[in-house]
């Protein structure tokens, strides 16, 4: 399967972005999907994750109440709303794809096994 992230961009602290992973090559309903990010000079981090159904999310405790994760099977897409960005949010953005479907932890950036190119999310104060 290929990923590609899309929707960064700059934005003033407070301010919200939509960012969205678009895939193609396989069965999009056959993934768990996961958003995880890495700043400069920072180790990658986890941020939300989906079940393949949607019927379930996951997130990291730093973007907990701020960002929602979402995905429409239909569309072979998956999103990651970020409400109130703080500066601390400045990170290149990726999304991943999460084919082991029965295993337990979902979220966990192991079981991912296929990446796309990241986005740039730059926030000022």
């Known amino acids: 399967v290929q990923l590609q992230a899309s929707g960064g961009g700059s934005v003033q602290a407070g301010g919200s972005l939509r960012l969205s992973c678009s895939t193609s090559?396989?069965?999009?309903?056959?993934?768990?999907i996961g958003w995880f990010r890495q700043a400069p000079g920072k180790e990658r981090e986890f941020v939300a994750a989906i079940l393949w159904s949607g019927g379930s999310t996951r997130y990291g405790d730093s973007v907990k109440g701020r960002f929602t994760v979402s995905r429409d099977n239909s569309k072979n897409t998956a999103y990651l709303q970020m409400n109130n960005l703080k500066p601390e949010d400045t990170a290149i953005y990726y999304c991943?794809?999460?084919?082991?479907?029965?295993?337990?932890?979902?979220?966990?950036?192991?079981?991912?096994?296929?990446w796309g190119q990241g986005t740039l999310v730059t926030v000022s104060s």
């Open positions: 090559g396989r069965t999009f309903s056959n993934f768990h």
């Open positions: 991943a794809a999460n084919d082991n479907i029965g295993a337990s932890y979902f979220w966990a950036e192991a079981r991912y096994d296929y």
